[in-house]
Structures are given as C-alpha cells and as structure tokens.
C-alpha cells in the first residue's frame, strides 16, 4: 500500500513538472509566433492533456461565459484533440480482455478514430457476431492526470480568490471543484455504462420515442473500455 503511495506521489510530481514544461513552450511559441490567445490557449491545453481538454470542453460550450472566438476555438476539443496510435487502442484491449483473443471478440477494428477527445479514444469496429460498435478506451495515466491537475487548480483558485477579492463572485473554485467531482467519475467506464442503461430503463418507463440511447455490451466493456451499439447521426456543433 505504501509503495503503491509512494509511486502516485512521484507521478504527481512527475505531472507537476510536465505542465511548468508545456507552459515554457507555450510562452516561447508565443513570443516567437504570436499566434492568436485563443488557438495558443487551446494548443496548449492539448498538450497538457485530459483536464484542460476537459475545460477547453466546458468553454465551448458555454457561449453566454466566453468570447466567440474561443467557444469556436475550443470546439475541436470536443472530439478532435490529437489521436493516440492505434498500438496503445490494441495493448488496452489486449490488458482488459486477457485471456481471450481479440479476433473471436470483434470481427474488425477500424485503426482511424472516429473520435479523440479529453479521456478516451473512440474507434468504430465490428462484432464477431455481426454488430456495428463503438471501442471508447480510455487515455494513458488520465486517474493521476485529472486528481493531480485538478488538486492543483483548485488551490490555485481558492489563492486567486483570496488575492483578489472582487473576482469571487465568479465562484472558480467551485466550478473547479464540480468539474473534479465530475471528472473523477468518468474515469470508471463501468458506471457509465450503468448510467446508459439507467437512461434507457427511464425512457422506457416514460414512454419517450424522442431519444434514444446506445445499448451497452457488458460482456466487453471494463473500467478502462466501454463498448456501445453503434449510432448514426451528425455531430451537435454541425
């Protein structure tokens, strides 16, 4: 338990030190490039990864908070941040289906994402027995990423509220603090799965044919990947 401690405190520092990293590049890439706030601003919370592409999520979509220009630049964090290589997709399946071959699981897996945003990475793939799925698997070290992150921003809210007084009013810390509870439950896959089927169990019970919700395969779905029925649509920013 100690050395399991032990090694989540070193990777928070580890964590630490690659965000001062990422905010020197982004400072010298200013100075040299003078791109615009807003795409610099979302590059860099790209490169830092699952929180921040979570809060450039949270400015997108919320209009009435922020300048256009930044609601629009941070749309592509919805499911646009860069993609993982599709050999850290199959050693993930490969860890949570041990035991089993991915070839008796699904019948194909397409290599191209059909999306990438803050925690997982979601590629479209087939069933053995025929079904058109989703894979959402999630990123590398994201637990240790949002609890360190998160841990940070939050007292450094709490510090910015107490040097200046005046901007309280807009409550970041506790905005950051509901964001953290938020995040943190995403990370399990499993509940997400029951939270689809608590909302499907809803719409059956209020007769709703309105809106529909993926079915989920439990059978291959763990904490760190979730697999749905596969739906056809277009996205909500179109």
């Known amino acids: 338990m100690r050395k399991k401690q032990l090694l989540a405190g070193l990777k928070s520092v580890a964590r630490i030190g690659e965000t001062a990293v ?16 807003a795409q ?31 609601v629009e630049e941070f749309q592509k964090c919805l499911d646009q941040t860069p993609a993982l290589p599709f050999s850290y997709i199959q050693e993930v399946l490969e860890e949570e289906f041990a035991g089993q071959n991915l070839a008796d699981i699904f019948a194909s897996i397409d290599e191209t994402p059909l999306a990438s945003a803050s925690i997982a990475q979601v590629h479209a793939a087939v069933l053995k027995t025929g079904e058109d799925v989703v894979i959402k698997v999630q990123k590398p070290n994201v637990a240790t990423i949002l609890y360190t992150d998160l841990g940070v921003l939050h007292v450094v809210t709490k510090l910015f509220e107490k040097a200046v007084p005046r901007v309280k009013f807009a409550s970041l810390s506790e905005i950051v603090e509901e964001i953290r509870n938020r995040m943190v439950r995403e990370v399990d896959f499993i509940e997400e799965a029951q939270n689809l089927e608590d909302f499907v169990q809803y719409l059956r019970d209020t007769q709703n044919q309105y809106a529909t919700a993926p079915k ?3 059978q291959y779905s763990t904490t760190r990947v979730l697999t749905m029925q596969r739906l056809y649509g277009v996205s909500l920013t179109d």
């Open 40 to 70: 610099l601003m979302r590059e860099t919370f790209e490169s830092l990864g699952s929180t921040y592409i979570k809060l450039g999520q949270f400015i997108a979509s919320t209009p009435s908070l922020f300048p256009r220009e930044y």
């Open 22 to 37: 990422v905010a020197a590049k982004a400072g010298l890439k200013y100075a040299t490039e003078k791109p615009s706030h």
């Open 216 to 218: 989920v395969y439990h």
